[in-house]
């Protein structure tokens, strides 16, 4: 199973090292030359390439949307089609500005329901969102124990895979329920969202 990767900042990255590290062929990705992630693909190893945004989009079986949140549109907006592509949404709805990070506003109930709209046709995972960059990259495995990895979605098929590629990973990968329901439950500012290590 192929890893296609929007994204080559921290979360990327994080993301693309336990894949990596887990076996699978991974697609990182920019906006501009591909080339310039040489470094970043060093050191991922040789199983990791890097593409455009739409080079990952087709690479993937399953792919992740890890861009900040105010290029997701743009980003997705350059891949043709979306239709039956598992594509998992680490994004939260931030900012960095003034010092510090601003929550933002958006017209729907959950943060994914937005991503949804983006990315019509596609088989969509909430998940890879409650950590930090650094706690993300970290070893998912303490003391004995595995880090929990929330997972929401409609499509049960496509969680399924995405909790498969969590467990290999390292982490234990939790179904919270629909995207909706159970995405609302772990996005920012989401009942369960205090109680895990992140923002």
């Not at 030359?33 to 190893?45: C, F, K, M, R, Y």
């Not at 929990?148 to 969590?166: C, E, F, P, R």
């Amino acid at each position: 199973m192929n890893i296609g990767i929007l994204g080559s900042g921290h979360i990327a990255m994080a993301i693309a090292g336990h894949a990596t590290g887990a076996g699978y062929p991974v697609m990182i990705s920019r906006r501009g030359d591909p080339e310039s992630l040489a470094p970043n693909v060093a050191t991922l190893g040789p199983s990791a390439r890097a593409g455009s945004f739409q080079n990952a989009a087709e690479f993937g079986d399953i792919v992740f949307i890890a861009v900040v949140w105010d290029a997701v549109p743009a980003v997705t907006a350059q891949i043709p089609t979306w239709d039956d592509k598992i594509v998992v949404d680490p994004t939260n709805p931030l900012r960095a500005e003034n010092g510090g990070i601003t929550v933002l506003e958006y017209a729907a109930a959950t943060s994914s329901e937005v991503i949804a709209d983006l990315v019509p046709g596609a088989r969509l995972v909430k998940g890879f969102c409650t950590y930090t960059a650094a706690d993300l990259a970290a070893d998912p495995q303490v003391d004995g124990w595995r880090r929990v990895m929330m997972l929401a979605g409609d499509d049960n098929a496509a969680k399924l895979a995405v909790a498969a590629l969590t467990s290999d990973m390292g982490f234990a990968p939790v179904d919270a329920g629909t995207l909706v329901e159970g995405g609302g439950k772990f996005q920012v500012g989401g009942p369960l969202r205090a109680q895990l290590r992140g923002f």
